[in-house]
């Protein structure tokens, strides 16, 4: 049990030589055997400027230490510093603690309880075969959906091998209506910027990460291996899909093909984003908090488009 007590006319402490650490990394989770970037945000809470100082990364593997002397923090002000040395992630928890020592050269700043910060990584490893399809609903119209396009795409560069990603556009001029529909009746979708994982589950676009990496590791109860010609000449395109089932399964199978388009532009009106992260009030999102509202189209570029539907929504029957 802990007990205190509150005086407002307490003194304040006041530390010549104060620095505290906030610590992380890109994500609280990644595949087994990735490795993990690790940065800090040291603060200067004392009275004097700090010069210099090191960091120390502990994890299951052991300790390093990382010099900082060519660096200057006036009092109340912050710097950002990634570490050197990452974080190789083991499947499970992954314990990492992150230490301020040697302020200024001393062996201890004037307080110590904000020096340090421990954090754990999630590592998992992956189905074989195993990719995770997830839509995303969308519209250039939609003041929250760069929230959207800042999360799809930090997942396509996360895990490119393993997460399929669609936005599937409604009322601008790259809405595909069959999917728009489709989407937005899936049970659950409430609203937009909504993620569909595997049409089954929805979630914000900022909670994605968590179900995907659930998913991924089951297997698959079948995999496909696809490909393509293209005939400039005719402008026809000749897909060939094959699917290799783990499992003898039964009843209504389905196979659902689409296209999807990335670097989509476009000058009109209808290709310009709203932004409600615009000016900062809403917080940082990937950028979109220094960008205007509407983003004029010329600054917009589109990832992860569902441009065309070669089966049915619902997929091919039989």
Not at 48 to 68: H, P
């Amino acid at each position: 049990d802990v007990s205190y007590n509150y005086d407002a006319q307490a003194e304040d402490l006041n530390f010549n030589i104060d620095a505290s650490i906030a610590s992380g990394a890109d994500g609280n989770f990644g595949i087994t055997g990735t490795e993990k970037q690790v940065g800090a945000i040291v603060t200067n809470e004392g009275a004097m400027t700090i010069n210099g100082f090191s960091i120390e990364l502990e994890t299951s593997a052991g300790t390093s230490v990382q010099k900082f002397n060519t660096i200057s923090i006036a009092p109340g002000a912050s710097e950002t510093v990634a570490l050197n040395n990452t974080v190789t992630l083991t499947e499970g928890s992954n314990d990492v603690k992150v230490s301020l020592v040697n302020i200024n050269g001393l062996e201890t700043d004037e307080n110590l309880c904000n020096n340090s910060q421990r954090f754990v990584l999630q590592g998992f490893t992956p189905a074989d075969n195993k990719k995770v399809f997830v839509e995303e609903g969308t519209g250039t119209w939609c003041q929250w959906c760069p929230r959207g396009d800042v999360f799809m795409n930090l997942m396509t560069e996360r895990y490119p091998d393993r997460f399929v990603g669609v936005a599937v556009h409604n009322n601008d001029p790259m809405m595909v209506g069959e999917w728009n529909t489709g989407l937005v009746n899936t049970p659950g979708f409430t609203g937009f910027p909504g993620v569909v994982v595997a049409r089954e589950t929805v979630v914000d676009p900022s909670g994605l990460e968590a179900p995907f990496v659930t998913r991924v590791q089951s297997m698959p109860f079948a995999y496909l291996e696809h490909g393509a010609e293209y005939n400039p000449s005719t402008r026809e395109l000749t897909i060939e899909v094959t699917t290799h089932f783990n499992f003898a399964l039964s009843g209504d199978l389905r196979l659902f093909v689409a296209l999807t388009e990335d670097g989509v532009t476009g000058t009109t009106a209808g290709y310009a984003q709203v932004n409600a992260y615009a000016g900062g009030g809403a917080g940082v999102m990937g950028g979109y908090e220094l960008l205007p509202s509407p983003v004029p189209a010329s600054q917009m570029v589109y990832n992860h488009v569902g441009r065309a539907l070669l089966t049915a929504h619902g997929g091919m029957v039989g």
